[in-house]
């Protein structure tokens, strides 16, 4: 055998030792197990607006959210609100157009149905009309008690409701509620809601609390940011709204806070209100425990927004406030100023005022461990002291001046408490 054969002979038999130790290694270790591909059952709803929440139901989805991409016909969704491996809650993003949904998960894609993208409906929402009129209720039920509740509110000329969480509890489905406030008040009416700790497991199913609200915001052709009743932002007649869901659905209070504090300002209405469901334990005069975080009310502070909360049964009412971490009063005249916080100085000028009002039917309770006692606490009525049903109602633009609100608690048996009146600073 010349030397060539030789040297041609040891080539082939290392490169066969070497390829064979190749394969033997990649059999051996360094095996990466396929994931099954993602399947979709069903998408609900099938056709919506850009910013409406959908929720996608399959299999081998992702409880990381970072690891999951929605397309809406080739547009990626830019905020995935909740991710488990058999759903997912997302929002049409902008610049959606119609066509199928896609998801992918860890680089498996799978297409959906057909999804249609309908154009908004938009309505002017620059003025506050005169004398308009808020009822600001939480923690109500589907019974008597709260009837009672959504007749006075109608009764009082009322144009719209903030709800702050707890809609009807755990044993009444979304449509039972959304019918009963139908039936008092009209479905084409403003009633604006935030996700309640009784409200959570119902928010985002199908036909859930979530779709409805979203169905109403489109029949009065109210535009919105972010996810409608969880953290979302929005103007009415002038007013602009900001909700959170601090301690839900995983959101912390910074988090929330720095929502809030993005969103007022970004925004230059004069009016604002921040209504979220929970509170802090001296933020309240029941059994409540530091849940909602401080952030929340210091930012909506600074932001010169009004604090509607509920979750505890009873109302209670702070003065103007400089700081809600430390309780410390600005003034207990009984017209409280919201002031923005002036960035360009060193000072906190902020100011506002924070309430419960947690009487919308569901039960009365007392107050507890002296809390009802502290000196922020400019009115407070619960079941020790002849607490009632009812709602806190507030008049914006009051008799014209367009700085100037009116505010009063009046309960179902028409007694009237705890009137006073607000000024906005916010020009």
């Keep these: 055998m010349n030397k060539k054969n030789i040297y041609a002979l040891v080539w082939i038999t290392t490169w066969c030792f070497v390829g064979m130790q190749s394969s033997c290694s990649s059999d051996e270790g360094d095996k990466t197990e396929e994931l099954p591909l993602p399947t979709i059952t069903s998408i609900?709803?099938?056709?919506?607006?850009?910013?409406?929440?959908?929720?996608?139901?399959?299999?081998n989805f992702s409880a990381n959210a970072t690891e999951v991409t929605v397309d809406f016909n080739g547009i990626k969704a830019t905020e995935i609100f909740f991710s488990s491996v058999s759903q997912i809650s997302t929002q049409v993003p902008a610049g959606a157009t119609t066509g199928n949904i896609s998801v992918t998960i860890a680089n498996q894609t799978v297409k959906g149905p057909f999804f249609t993208v309908e154009e908004k409906v938009v309505i002017n929402n620059d003025q506050t009309p005169v004398n308009f009129k808020i009822a600001f209720i939480g923690d109500s039920e589907v019974d008597a008690a709260a009837d009672a509740v959504l007749s006075l509110i109608k009764s009082e000329g009322t144009n719209v409701v903030v709800h702050s969480g707890d809609l009807g509890y755990d044993r009444n489905a979304p449509l039972i509620f959304e019918n009963n406030v139908n039936a008092v008040l009209g479905e084409d009416f403003p009633y604006f809601y935030v996700v309640g700790n009784h409200d959570d497991h119902l928010w985002n199913i199908s036909g859930g609390y979530q779709q409805l609200l979203e169905s109403?915001?489109?029949?009065?052709?109210?535009?919105?940011?972010?996810?409608?009743?969880?953290?979302?932002?929005?103007?009415?007649?002038?007013?602009?709204?900001?909700?959170?869901?601090?301690?839900?659905?995983?959101?912390?209070?910074t988090e929330a806070g720095n929502y809030i504090r993005d969103q007022l300002s970004g925004n230059s209405a004069i009016w604002r209100i921040s209504f979220w469901h929970k509170n802090q334990r001296l933020m309240q005069i029941g059994g409540k425990a530091d849940e909602a975080g401080w952030d929340v009310y210091e930012e909506s502070r600074k932001g010169g927004a009004i604090i509607a909360t509920a979750h505890e049964h009873s109302y209670s009412r702070t003065y103007e406030m400089s700081n809600f971490q430390t309780q410390t009063i600005s003034t207990t005249n009984n017209t409280v100023n919201l002031?923005?916080?002036?960035?360009?100085?060193?000072?906190?000028?902020?100011?506002?005022?924070?309430?419960?009002?947690?009487?919308?039917?569901?039960?009365?309770?007392?107050?507890?461990?002296?809390?009802d006692l502290n000196p922020w606490w400019a009115d407070v009525y619960h079941s020790n002291n002849g607490g009632q049903y009812g709602a806190l109602f507030g008049e914006f633009n009051y008799?014209?001046?367009?700085?100037?609100?009116?505010?009063?608690?009046k309960d179902i048996d028409g007694a009237e408490r705890d009137e006073f009146f607000v000024r906005s600073n916010l020009q």
Excluded at 221 to 245: D, N, R
Excluded at 399 to 409: P, S, T, V
């Design 339 to 371: 002031i923005k916080d002036n960035l360009a100085t060193s000072d906190d000028e902020g100011r506002s005022f924070a309430f419960v009002s947690g009487l919308g039917g569901r039960s009365i309770r007392d107050g507890e461990a002296g809390l």
């Design 44 to 59: 609900n709803p099938l056709k919506g607006e850009v910013g409406d929440a959908i929720t996608i139901n399959g299999s």
């Design 399 to 409: 008799n014209g001046d367009a700085m100037l609100a009116r505010f009063y608690f």
């Design 216 to 253: 109403r915001f489109k029949r009065l052709g109210i535009e919105w940011t972010g996810q409608l009743g969880v953290m979302s932002s929005f103007s009415y007649k002038g007013i602009f709204f900001v909700s959170s869901a601090p301690d839900e659905f995983g959101i912390t209070s």
